[in-house]
């Protein structure tokens, strides 16, 4: 598939750009990224390597990048929407990536959808288990301009330091085998707490990728990239050989 430009689905109303690279066929990978950023975030070596196996989507989330805000963006719809994506293009089952907010949404699917998640990867979620102490900073607007819309924000930015206990509650409600990764003591959320989540679902494992801070994908792309490809390959069912 190519990268170049973006291509588009309507789902609930809502019309959502997305990327699409790397091959056609394979177990199929959603990126999904933080707030203030876009699907273009993901761009570089993660999906240079991941490509050459499988098809890798990267979302625009609601009020990001190239999609639409329709004037409400609780962390509900966001999952909602990637319900919505999925059906849109026919991926019953996939690989999902997220980082941060998106990070959020990702685990807050695999609660709703266990069985539309083949794997999950966790890349320092934001909302951790309540409350979080301190609260987490917003993001500075600067750094949200242009690919993100502010009126996406409001629903969400209250509960990433007030986060509903049910989420936490129902992490043991995750299937999927899930590896959270955390930036170590440069990051600002507490590593202690994602190493909790990590505990809290079944088949949860826990990386920790030290100095990297908050964004790990970008600040250590060649230990981030390593640690998803390694665990893709742990959980990659055996070829199946018929008898001649």
């Given amino acids: 598939m190519s990268g170049n430009g973006t ?47 499988h098809p890798v989507y990267a979302l625009d989330l609601r009020g990001h990048g190239e999609s639409e805000q329709p004037g409400s963006g609780t962390p509900e719809d966001f999952s909602g929407d990637l319900l919505g994506f999925l059906d849109a293009l026919g991926i019953e089952r996939a690989v999902l990536i997220g980082h941060a907010f998106g990070a959020v949404v990702a685990y807050l699917f695999a609660q709703e959808h266990p069985g539309r998640v083949d794997l999950l990867v966790l890349e320092e979620p934001d909302a951790l288990r309540p409350p979080v102490e301190p609260p987490l900073p917003e993001p500075e607007p600067a750094a949200a301009a242009p690919a993100f819309d502010p009126r996406a924000q409001p629903e969400w930015t209250g509960r990433r330091s007030a986060p509903e206990p049910r989420w936490w509650d129902r992490l043991a409600a995750i299937t999927a085998p899930t590896l959270v990764i955390g930036g170590g003591d440069d990051s600002h959320l507490p590593q202690a707490e994602l190493a909790a989540l990590a505990e809290r679902i079944p088949a949860g494992r826990h990386l920790t990728v030290e100095g990297a801070g908050h964004l790990v994908h ?27």
């Fill in 218 to 244: 970008e600040s250590r792309p060649g230990e981030f990239t390593s640690g998803v490809r390694q665990f893709l390959a742990e959980h990659t069912p055996a070829p199946v050989h018929e008898a001649g």
């Fill in 7 to 53: 291509r588009t689905v309507s789902t609930g109303g809502v019309r959502l750009a997305y990327r699409a690279w790397g091959a056609e066929e394979g177990r199929p990978v959603v990126l999904l990224h933080c707030l203030g950023e876009d699907g273009e975030d993901w761009r570089g070596p993660l999906v240079s390597q991941l490509g050459g196996a």
